[in-house]
C-alpha cells in the first residue's frame, strides 16, 4: 500500500481534526498515515488519547520549526 | 502530498524571492504561470539561475504557435504543463500528446470537479498513444463550485492524476470552511496521491491577502471587522491555526484566579481543552465548550 500523506495545512480550521479522525478511522489495522502540520498538535494526540484509547502509535518524524509530521499508526489489535 | 504555490499568488514578483516565501511557509516547490508575452526560449534560464524547485508550468490557453516552445520548456524543465481541458486551441489530444513527447515534456489537461467533464477529458486521453506524456490536472475550486462529486471524480480520474490546484487555502482557508475540502483531502491522501497541491488564488481580488500572507507568517492579513473585544475576552479566528495556542496559553497564564476567559474559535475547541490539560497543572482551570458551529464555537475557561 502507498504512503499516506495527509498534508492538514490545506484543509480549513473547522474541517481539520474531523478530516485526520477520518482518516485515522478509514486505516485497517497496521496501517498509518503521516500528518502535516504547521504546529505542533500536541493536543490531538491528547484527543486521540481519549477518543482512540490504545488504538494508536504516535511517532513524530519532524519537530518543525516550520513543519511538523507525525506519524500515526493503527494497532493491530 | 507536497503543497506548493503557484506564482499566480504573487504576479511579478521575482521567483527566487517566491522561493524564500515558500520556505517561511513550509510550502515544497512553485508552478510558474506564463503569460501570454512571455519569452519562453529565456524561461528554463531564468528558473534554474533562481534556484527555485518547480512543480509544474501553467498556461491559461494553449496558443497553437506556441505548442512546440512549450513542448520543449515542459521537456527542459522536467515539470508538466496543465491547461484547461476546453483552452487547447483546438488541436486534438493525441496531436498534443505526440508533440509533448517527442519534447520529452507533458501536458495536462485541467477538469473541474465535475464528473461529465471528468469522464470525457478520460475518454480523450485513452484516445492518445502516449500515456506519459499527457494526465490530467484537477483544480478544486471550493468557493465556486460544488465538491460533492468530489469522491466519484476521484474515483474517475485518479490513475492520470498528476496535479492537484487548489483555488484557495493560504488566507483564503477560513472562507472556505465547511466546503468539504477535509474530506476530498483525506480521501486524496488514502488513494496514495503523492504528488503537488497547488495553492492559487480564487480570484485576483484575493491577491492583496496573499502578498500579505506571504509576507508574514505572523498574520493572516484578513483585516476582519470583528468588534473589539472586553476584558478576558479571546476572539483567534483571524489568528493563524499555527499561533492559536499560544495565545490561548498566554492569555490564559495572565488570567487572575477566579476570571472566565471566554474564546471565539471557527473550530471545535476540544484541541484547547487537550491543549490546557497538557500543559497545566490538573485542577488549575475549568473548561466549558458552548455551542456546537458549524461556523463559530465558544468557549469558556475559568482559572481555578
Redesign the interface.
Known amino acids: ?19 485526520i479522525f ?2 485515522f478511522d ?1 486505516l485497517s489495522a497496521g496501517e498509518a ?1 503521516t500528518l502535516i502540520n ?2 505542533d498538535p ?6 486521540f488519547e ?1 477518543m482512540r484509547a490504545g488504538q494508536f502509535e504516535w511517532t513524530y518524524t519532524e519537530k518543525g520549526p ?2 511538523w509530521r507525525v506519524r500515526i499508526a493503527k494497532n493491530k489489535s | 502530498m507536497k503543497v506548493s504555490l503557484s506564482t499566480a499568488a504573487s504576479p511579478g514578483a521575482a521567483l527566487d524571492a517566491l522561493g524564500v516565501a515558500c520556505q517561511g511557509r513550509g510550502l515544497n516547490g512553485i508552478e510558474l504561470v506564463l503569460e501570454p508575452g512571455d519569452d519562453l526560449e529565456a524561461t528554463a534560464e531564468r528558473v534554474r539561475a533562481s534556484g527555485v524547485q518547480l512543480v509544474a508550468l501553467r498556461v491559461e490557453q494553449l496558443e497553437p504557435s506556441k505548442i512546440n516552445p512549450l513542448a520543449r520548456l515542459s521537456g527542459a524543465l522536467s515539470v508538466p504543463l496543465s491547461v484547461p481541458h476546453d483552452r487547447t486551441g483546438g488541436t486534438s489530444l493525441p496531436e498534443l500528446a505526440q508533440r509533448f513527447k517527442d519534447a520529452g515534456g507533458s501536458l495536462l489537461y485541467g477538469v473541474g470537479t465535475d464528473l461529465a467533464q471528468v469522464l470525457s477529458a478520460k475518454a480523450e486521453l485513452l484516445k492518445a498513444e502516449n500515456p506519459a506524456s499527457i494526465g490530467l490536472a484537477w483544480e478544486i475550486r471550493p468557493g465556486s463550485e460544488a465538491l460533492s462529486e468530489a469522491s466519484a471524480v476521484l474515483l474517475a480520474l485518479r490513475e492520470h492524476l498528476r496535479l492537484v490546484r487548489l483555488y484557495g487555502g493560504g488566507p483564503e482557508q477560513r472562507e472556505q470552511d465547511g466546503r468539504g475540502i477535509g474530506p476530498l483531502f483525506v480521501d486524496l491522501a488514502i488513494s496514495g496521491y503523492g504528488g503537488s497541491v497547488v495553492l492559487t488564488p480564487s480570484t485576483p481580488e484575493e491577491l492583496p491577502r496573499w502578498g500579505a500572507w506571504l509576507a508574514s507568517r505572523k498574520s493572516a492579513g484578513c483585516g476582519s471587522g470583528h468588534p473589539p473585544l472586553g476584558e478576558h475576552e479571546l476572539d483567534i479566528r483571524d489568528v493563524e491555526p499555527r499561533d492559536r495556542l499560544s495565545m490561548i496559553l498566554g492569555a490564559f497564564g495572565a488570567l487572575p484566579r477566579g476570571a472566565t476567559l471566554r474564546i471565539t474559535l471557527d473550530h471545535d475547541p476540544s484541541c484547547m481543552y487537550y491543549a490546557l490539560e497538557e500543559s497545566q497543572p490538573q485542577g488549575s482551570f475549568a473548561f466549558r465548550k458552548i455551542g456546537d458551529g458549524p461556523q463559530v464555537w465558544n468557549a469558556e475557561v475559568t482559572k481555578v
Open positions: 500500500m502507498a504512503e499516506i500523506d495527509l498534508d492538514v495545512r490545506v484543509i480549513p480550521p473547522g474541517e481539520k481534526h474531523p478530516a477520518r482518516a478509514a498515515f504547521d504546529h500536541f493536543p490531538l494526540r491528547r484527543q481519549a516550520v513543519v
